[in-house]
């Protein structure tokens, strides 16, 4: 038996999200059905992190454990041949038997575009989300300034999330803007369901003046979900890297996205 690393891209907006159901609709039922045919047996992967329907990656990692003995070549290219083309493996690696896809994982990234524009997205529609009001650069820097840090989001948490403990550590939350797009850049030990969308939402009701930047943090001190703005579109979101210990020997995300407008 041996256990294989992929690391892979996908368009989120053909599938219901990563994790396989019973419809076979996910990103996990298509990959899964790919492996198993090259493996020639059943197989089983395991991501480094659930991606939401509508939500893309540009860098996720899996892992699944085989007896078939392949190339490399084989696991990227030959999969490929078998996936539809809005998920593409990038590469493979053999790693050993400790090395798991989510547990192994350091640090977690997420990329959110976001165009600001009266009209919205038409060639980009489903890859960048859309705010048609103007928004200021400075009060949502100034806002997310109140987010890094070891925090209890639950502010920021989706009712139906099963993670055990609404604490994180968002160790970076970056924003930058390219002409009439956002970029939003987030980095942490690990999220929250709907974390990043419903940061993403209040940072737009600070950046159109709805609320001050200090609102951020009375979110973070209140705790309540029920507080903060709507959950934003999925349609920008991006899973844009993994982060390992340098010993797994794992190719680095080099996959950089970003529209001008």
């Known amino acids: 038996m041996v256990r294989i690393a992929l690391g892979l891209e996908y368009d989120g907006s053909h599938f219901c999200g990563w994790q396989s159901q019973s419809s076979a609709c996910g990103v996990q039922d298509a990959l899964e059905r790919a492996l198993s045919e090259i493996a020639g047996e059943s197989v089983r992967v395991h991501a480094a992190g659930r991606t ?127 002409g009439d797009t956002y970029i939003f850049d987030l980095a942490a030990n690990g999220f929250l369901h709907h974390m990043v969308r419903n940061i993403v939402g209040c940072l737009v009701y600070v950046g159109k003046k709805r609320y001050p930047p200090e609102w951020i943090g009375e979110l973070l001190a209140r705790a309540d979900r029920t507080h903060a703005a709507p959950t934003f579109a999925p349609d920008g979101l991006y899973f844009s890297g993994v982060s390992y210990d340098p010993k797994w020997n794992l190719p680095s995300p080099s996959r950089v996205l970003s529209f001008e407008f």
């Open 52 to 178: 939401d329907t509508g939500v893309h990656a540009l860098s996720q990692v899996i892992h699944f454990d085989t007896t078939a003995t392949r190339p490399e070549s084989a696991w990227v290219r030959g999969t490929n041949a078998l996936l539809p083309h809005s998920v593409s493996v990038l590469w493979a690696r053999q790693v050993g038997d400790d090395f798991h896809a989510r547990f192994s994982a350091q640090e977690r990234r997420y990329r959110y575009l976001l165009l600001n524009h009266p009209i919205r997205p038409g060639l980009f529609s489903g890859k960048i989300g859309w705010f048609h009001v103007p928004l200021d650069l400075e009060l949502m820097r100034q806002g997310a300034a109140f987010l890094v840090g070891e925090h209890d989001f639950s502010a920021f948490r989706a009712s139906g999330c099963q993670a055990r403990s609404p604490v994180k550590n968002l160790r970076e939350l970056a924003i930058a803007r390219e």
